[in-house]
C-alpha cells in the first residue's frame, strides 16, 4: 500500500487498531554481538581516520576489519587452531610476555 506523507502522518497520530487495509510486513533480523573493545590510542586513531576516510563510522570500519580477518583465518591452514584456546589472562605491556613466556 502506497500513502502519501499526509496520509501517514494522519495515520501516525491515531491508534494502529483504527488503521484498515493496511498489511503488516514482518521481517527477521539478523543477530548481532556487540563487544566493547579498548584500543590504545594509536590503534584508536587509526580507526577513526581510516573509518573517516573510508566515509564510515568506527563501529562499521571494525566490523569490516573483523570479518577480513576472519576470512583471512578460515583460509589459511596454518590458522585454523588459532583462538581456540584461552586468551591471556591479563594484559601483556608492550615488549612483555604473554602467560607461556613468548615474547610479545
Do not use: H, K, N, Y
Given at each position: 500500500?502506497?500513502?502519501?506523507?499526509?496520509?501517514?502522518?494522519?495515520?501516525?497520530?491515531?491508534?494502529?487498531?483504527?488503521?484498515?487495509n493496511v498489511e503488516v510486513v514482518y521481517e527477521r533480523r539478523p543477530a548481532v554481538?556487540?563487544?566493547?573493545?579498548r584500543l590504545g590510542p594509536a590503534d584508536g586513531m587509526w580507526v577513526a581516520k581510516e573509518a573517516d576516510r573510508r566515509g564510515v563510522n568506527?563501529?562499521?570500519?571494525?566490523?569490516?576489519?573483523?570479518s577480513q580477518a576472519r576470512r583471512a583465518a578460515e583460509s589459511s591452514p596454518t590458522d585454523?587452531?588459532?583462538?581456540?584456546?584461552?586468551?591471556?589472562?591479563?594484559?601483556?605491556?608492550?615488549?612483555?610476555?604473554?602467560g607461556d613466556g613468548t615474547a610479545v
Open positions: 500500500m502506497s500513502m502519501s506523507d499526509e496520509e501517514a502522518l494522519r495515520l501516525a497520530d491515531e491508534p494502529v487498531t483504527a488503521w484498515t554481538f556487540v563487544f566493547p573493545v568506527p563501529s562499521e570500519m571494525i566490523e569490516f576489519l573483523v585454523q587452531g588459532v583462538g581456540d584456546g584461552p586468551g591471556p589472562q591479563e594484559p601483556c605491556p608492550p615488549g612483555g610476555t604473554v
